[in-house]
């Protein structure tokens, strides 16, 4: 589950890791003008799960480098800002994430797994596919009928929860062990490549455990406010939840 090809995925030890040092490993400079960058460590988010790409920047002999996105082959290549120049191969650098936005998303990202745990405790629903932004964030339910007022008591119901500051735990474990977790694959859209043998879970101790490559924040307080700010109707038994996180 860590990707990461030749590179060291340091968010997935420390989410709280903003900066660090690496090398140049590989430069991705083609014809077709896909531009990209191999590091042997790197804390960049690359996306998935639902969880867009960091943002940040790498610091080298006095140069920028902005990083906007990357690309997951065999390696994982960071992507560069169209205007900035590529670091040639062996030079060390600094690289930043962007704080504000990673920090963002740790919450909405949380904050999701927080309502996917509310949602199937007190509804018996099941997640069927999600996404987010920093700060909103939509999560689709199977679910057959809406009770009267499910909007309002979903809402309450995880600010109870945001309340009760759980601890959120990420955790490396077998695939068999990570599987015999009950509930563990009750979200069927994240279903774990055969080939997988070790499974990073994110558990929000006694509401949420769900195998995940994400960043999440440290407990449930940290997620701040969160808005039900809609639900729809998207057809028979698919409902869908949109998020907002506020600052409390
Ligand atoms: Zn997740």
Redesign the pocket.
């Known amino acids: 589950m860590s990707g990461g090809g030749r590179t060291h995925r340091l968010e997935l030890d420390d989410q709280t890791l903003r900066e660090w040092d690496a090398i140049v490993l590989h430069v991705e400079d083609g014809d077709d003008g896909e531009r990209g960058i191999v590091l042997d460590r790197s804390a960049f988010y690359p996306g998935g ?3 867009p790409p960091d943002h940040g920047v790498l610091l080298w002999g006095g140069v920028q480098t902005r990083i906007v996105g990357a690309r997951q082959r065999d390696d994982l290549v960071l992507v560069p800002h169209d205007d900035d120049p590529l670091p040639p191969v062996g030079t060390a650098v600094a690289g930043a994430i962007e704080d504000d936005r990673r920090s963002m998303l740790m919450r909405t ?1 949380s904050g ?2 927080l309502l996917s745990g509310v949602v199937f405790r007190d509804f018996g629903a099941l997640v069927t596919g ?1 996404n987010m932004e920093p700060g909103t964030a939509r999560m689709d339910f199977n679910m057959e009928a809406v009770p009267p007022d499910f909007k309002a008591t979903v809402e309450a119901a995880c600010n109870v929860e945001v309340e009760a500051d759980r601890a959120i735990e990420v955790s490396v474990l077998p695939r068999d062990e990570a599987f015999a977790i009950p509930d563990i694959i009750r ?1 069927a859209t ?1 279903l774990v490549p055969p080939e997988v043998e070790m499974v990073r879970i ?1 558990d929000i101790l006694g509401l949420d455990t ?1 195998a ?3 960043t ?1 924040v440290a407990s449930t307080r940290q997620i701040g406010r969160l808005e039900v700010a809609k639900i729809e109707n998207k057809g028979k038994g698919f409902r869908r939840v949109r998020l907002r996180v506020h600052d409390v």
């Open positions: 799960g639902g969880q990202h999701l797994h999600g979200t994240n994110v769900q995940d490559g994400g999440h």
